[in-house]
């Protein structure tokens, strides 16, 4: 199965080209999922599907994948509806943390919203798409805008390290002690987060493994294009692989103004720079939105041509160990970053914390490199594109007498 996430800043058009995408998968015979995390919930608009009795929301608050009537092949859709699914997947916790909270004398109402956890709706739609996704060829995923994508991908590593190191211990201990005052409220709460954070995990799994990787969308005006460069850097380094830029909305000959149609060649140009070495397509600039399934397809025919709708290119690691025999090397990808705007440590846990901008990812350290001292921290190009590379060399008292030599 192939997982192609559709990613960009709010009103581009992301949801427009997910939606497009999907049916030109669906007509090359790949039984395809259409999914929208997006609150905004315009991907049945896109699609042009109102119901049976005319009413959109049928589409829009439908709990299982709909089948879309007159698509080529087969194609579901499913816009998600994370406030029905936070009501039962956080229960277990938001209770036991009110209850926590309201016993200690924080009003009621104060206690219930201070336990329902700011972004977490952003955290059950990814499970919601992975409980959805068994039985199809291809699943495209028309994400949220850039900001609550990222924070949202960047989630199931940040909870499971939370839950591994914050509360093995302590979850240990209310297990064996339940019986001598700890709350089962507590225990559910902790059995509950574990759960949540494996789940998590699996999903993350599937978005980033070898089949699967992001498209990114964006339009030919410079701040757009600014922040869709910033988001494909940290998608990278949060462990995504991004196969390519669609730049939307390009004004092309002369039903446009020839300042517009001058200014989006330059952008286009700029596009080509900013990322190099991914493909760039783009789509034209029309004086009406694709809607509907006729339309989408021409849309999908005249950006991706003749070719797989979903050939998400070559897999590339985002991170891992490499040696040159004398010192041995942690390596992390961020394509086009800037070495202001990173920052690097290693804790005495054993994490590599990678900061960029108001981004962060820690990873585990292989166990080789926990017998070691860091050498140096670099910003360097490498065969697989720009890097952070770590240097460590061995440290003798924490290897056996005689490995080294």
């Excluded at 070898?210 to 988001?231: I, M």
Aim: aromatic share 4%; net charge negative; hydrophobic share 45%.
């Amino acid at each position: 199965m192939r997982v192609l996430l559709v990613a960009g800043k709010g009103g581009v058009g992301k949801t427009t080209l997910a939606a497009a995408t999907a049916l030109a998968s669906a007509r090359e015979g790949h039984r395809t999922l259409v999914v929208s995390t997006d609150p905004a919930h315009s991907l049945t608009d896109a699609l042009g599907l109102t119901g049976v009795t005319g009413r959109a929301g049928e589409w829009r608050m439908a709990a299982r994948p709909m089948s879309v009537p007159g698509a080529p092949g087969s194609l579901d859709v499913l816009q998600i509806d994370t406030r029905a699914r936070l009501d039962v997947a956080w229960a277990t916790i938001r209770r036991s943390i009110g209850g926590l909270l309201a016993g200690a004398g924080v009003d009621p109402l104060v206690a219930e919203e201070v336990a329902t956890v700011p972004g977490v709706e952003d955290v059950l739609a990814l499970l919601e798409v992975g409980e959805h996704v068994s039985g199809y060829d291809a699943v495209v995923i028309d994400c949220a805008p850039t900001a609550e994508t990222l924070r949202l991908l960047a989630m199931p590593e940040a909870l499971d390290r939370l839950v591994s190191r914050g509360f093995p211990v302590e979850g240990r201990i209310a297990r064996l002690v339940g019986s001598f005052g700890i709350a089962s409220s507590t225990i559910e709460a902790l059995d509950a987060l574990d759960t949540l954070s494996r789940e998590l995990m699996a999903v993350r799994a599937l978005v980033t493994g070898p089949d699967a990787a992001v498209r990114l969308v964006a339009t030919p005006e410079r701040l757009v294009l600014a922040e869709t460069h910033r988001a494909r850097t940290t998608l990278a380094m949060l462990g995504h692989h991004v196969e390519s830029v669609v730049i939307n909305r390009v004004a092309v000959g002369e039903d446009w103004p020839a300042g517009l149609v001058a200014r989006h060649r330059e952008g286009l140009a700029s596009a080509h720079e900013r990322f190099a070495g991914l493909p760039v397509r783009f789509a034209r600039y029309h004086d009406h939105e694709p809607v509907g399934i006729e339309a989408l397809l021409a849309l999908a025919d005249s950006v991706l041509g003749d070719g797989d709708p979903l050939d998400l290119g070559a897999p590339r690691a985002s991170a891992g160990v490499t040696s040159d025999g004398d010192q041995w090397f942690f390596e992390v990808c961020v394509p086009g970053a800037e070495l202001a705007d990173l920052e690097v440590a290693v804790t005495a846990d054993g994490d590599l914390i990678v900061d960029l901008g108001p981004h962060r990812r820690v990873i585990a350290l292989p166990a080789v490199l926990l017998r070691c001292e860091v050498a140096a921290a670099t910003l360097d190009v490498t065969d697989s594109g720009q890097v952070v590379r770590v240097s460590f060399e061995p440290d003798s008292q924490a290897w056996p007498s005689g490995v080294l030599t």
